[in-house]
């Protein structure tokens, strides 16, 4: 199975901050790679998709970047609705894997 | 829109089965522009892709736990469906189910989750 490793595991930031969270696969994956936020209570959300495209319906703050084995996610300017956890996902082989998450608290 | 809502026990005993139903609203069940997939997160740990149903019928499963896992659906209730067999200890999670796009495999929507705990 493909290894995806998330740093940090958890951050502490501010209303404001711009924050990067780093995705790491242990091979190639080209750019099959996908971020989701996730709350406790609540249905995941996805984010990004194919490494850098934005779903719909996401707000600009939030891009993705990478190709390969190394990717990033940026939320350009935290607001108080992204405290929450984010994972990313390989879909280049099977079975899909994800990253462990990464906490984003206050 | 899209809505997906799971269901069931959320206390099953060791070695038995647990059974969930995620009912799907806002959109035609048999659309081919995705399938339907399953997902769980233990405590404390990351995501895990369980399986996924296509509405070719075809069935994809983690290897490991593709010997005690089956997911079906019922077209006419707009409802699929998660078993898992001889549970133990370690299948204690928040099971999710979820939409997939079948080219690139993304999942959204998902569910809110159900929580399901192992215990005697």
């Known amino acids: 199975d493909i290894q995806m490793t998330q740093s940090p595991s958890s951050l502490s930031a501010s209303v404001g901050d711009r924050i990067t969270i780093t995705c790491r696969a242990s091979?190639?994956?080209?750019?099959?790679l996908n971020w989701y936020q996730h709350k406790p209570g609540k249905a995941p959300k996805l984010l990004i998709y194919a490494s850098s495209y934005l779903q719909g319906g996401v707000s600009s703050r939030f891009s993705g970047s990478g190709s390969g084995t190394d990717f990033t996610l940026t939320i350009g300017s935290l607001q108080p609705e992204d405290f929450a956890t984010y994972s990313c996902q390989q879909t280049y082989i099977s079975p899909w894997t994800f990253g462990q998450g990464t906490k984003v608290d206050i | 829109h899209l809505q997906l809502q799971e269901s069931g026990p959320g206390l099953v005993k060791p070695s038995e089965t647990l059974s969930l139903t995620c009912t799907v609203s806002?959109?035609?069940?048999?659309?081919?522009?995705?399938?339907w997939a399953w997902v769980r997160q233990p405590p404390g740990k990351g995501l895990e892709w369980i399986g996924s149903?296509?509405?070719?019928?075809?069935?994809y499963y983690n290897p490991s736990l593709k010997s005690r896992v089956t997911i079906s659906a019922d077209t006419s209730k707009n409802q699929f469906y998660l078993i898992l067999n001889s549970v133990t200890a370690a299948d204690t999670a928040v099971y999710f189910c979820a939409s997939g796009n079948p080219v690139r495999n993304w999942l959204d929507p998902w569910g809110q989750g159900t929580l399901v705990t192992v215990s005697a």
């Open positions: 091979q190639s994956i080209s750019n099959y």
């Open positions: 806002g959109g035609s069940f048999n659309n081919l522009t995705y399938y």
């Open positions: 149903l296509y509405s070719s019928g075809n069935t």
